[in-house]
């Protein structure tokens, strides 16, 4: 007879706090996951380990002539693809052609900015190229309500690499700058709220720094490539609502007229992707950064322009075409509900909400699960009727772990 073998529950790695105590499955929805949710419990994620630039004490050197350069270092070239590994190639292309138009055409303007100068200086710089990466895996793992343990394992193999890169390196002001916008979509995706203002508070520093240095002729020319990247700072500052807006569009910090404009992208190469967009759109209103006042700005205009796109682009009325039209009227019934003042819209936009649930799942809620957990959190708390809750409990019954 074989001897009795006392089988433990396996060691879990990730999630929240409180599943990680009682070594259950969490599913890891933001801002608590849907155990918690389900057993009034206060859930809560521990703070990982990341990288924060601190710019060194000034230096004393002796003043030099101050000139203007167009020098951007040797960062900006053309994207080698023929330089980069299969994989790295691959979720480098999903970066540039869905995570970094979302960044741009969502969050914020300099449309060129996420899709051609980040994704080039990250084939030449290791440190943002392995912070890219994981930031495509994490948006990919998002969309899924099991993540495979080899995907996480990626996703952190890929983040200590780059904070290994940078830490150990000596990265230019540039490199630093980049690497902290870099951080702030990587931890935006993740639902990381202090550290996407603690990523942006450090590129603030190193702005600082850099102009320090530049008045006291510390450093003897100034870089086209800096002042390229440091509107995308104080746009990036506005959105997360860091610094309040000031000043004209030609000092890169924009009013709110800024952000009512709609950003020049071009048309969408496939379905999927435009599906992807509006995906990764409603997942950004669902998390706390996304309902701020510019966020919820730009959340609008978003709207507005991809339903105009969309019925350019879409070619047949199909399954998938009717669950993305529900998607968007699901985004805008949750916009009407964070934006609204009076109880009874608040109550119309919830039940109009609930309605767009209903219909996803009806028609497939493929790779949308994680979307209508988000939702459902959102509209419990303000639900005030018992059908409103009756229909929140059943969407959440749905996809319990």
């Known amino acids: ?222 870089s086209l490539l800096f002042e390229a990247i440091e509107p995308i700072v104080f746009e990036c500052q506005i959105y997360a609502g860091i610094i309040p807006p000031r000043g004209t569009p030609v000092d890169g910090i924009h009013t709110i007229q800024y952000w009512k404009t709609e950003p020049v992208t071009p048309p969408y190469v496939s379905i999927e992707d435009a599906g992807y967009e509006l995906t990764a759109a409603t997942r950004y209103l669902l998390e706390p950064a996304g309902q701020t006042t510019y966020a919820m700005i730009r959340a609008s205009v978003f709207l507005s322009r991809w339903r105009k796109s969309f019925d350019k682009f879409r070619p047949q009325k199909d399954r998938y075409s009717k669950t993305l039209l529900c998607l968007h009227d699901l985004m805008k019934a949750l916009l009407d509900v964070l934006q609204q003042t009076t109880d009874q819209d608040v109550s119309v936009s919830i039940t109009l909400a609930i309605c767009r649930m209903r219909g996803i799942t009806e028609l497939g809620a493929a790779n949308l699960e994680r979307v209508l957990i988000g939702a459902s959190q959102l509209l419990a708390p303000r639900c005030s009727t018992s059908d409103q809750k009756e229909g929140v409990e059943r969407v959440l019954d749905m996809f319990e772990p």
């Not at 002539?65 to 979720?91: A, Q, V």
């Not at 970066?95 to 979302?102: A, T």
């Not at 690497?179 to 709220?193: D, H, K, P, Q, Y």
């Open 1 to 222: 007879m074989r001897p009795y073998i006392k089988r433990h529950a396996p060691k879990v790695r990730t999630g929240c706090v409180i599943c990680k105590r009682r070594r259950i499955k969490c599913d890891e929805a933001k801002p608590q996951c849907l155990r918690c949710v389900k057993h009034g419990s206060h859930c809560y994620y521990e703070v990982p380990n990341t990288w924060v630039f601190e710019p060194k004490k000034h230096v004393q050197d002796a003043p030099e002539k101050r000139t203007r350069t167009s020098s951007t270092t040797g960062l900006y070239h053309e994207l080698n693809w023929d330089i980069l590994s299969s994989d790295d190639s691959h979720f480098l292309g999903l970066f540039v052609r869905r995570l970094g138009r979302v960044t741009a055409e969502y969050g914020h303007g300099r449309f060129d900015f996420w899709t051609r100068l980040v994704p080039q200086v990250a084939s030449s710089v290791p440190a943002i190229k392995h912070i890219l990466i994981a930031s495509a895996l994490s948006n990919e793992a998002w969309l899924r309500l099991t993540v495979p343990s080899s995907l996480e394992r990626a996703i952190d193999h890929h983040y200590n690499l780059a904070l290994r890169e940078i830490a150990y390196g000596s990265p230019t002001p540039e490199v630093a700058l980049m690497m902290c916008l870099a951080a702030f979509t990587f931890e935006s995706i993740n639902g990381r709220v202090e550290l996407v203002k603690t990523h942006l508070l450090s590129a603030g520093r190193i702005v600082d720094d850099y102009h320090h240095k530049l008045s006291q002729y510390t450093i003897a020319r100034s």
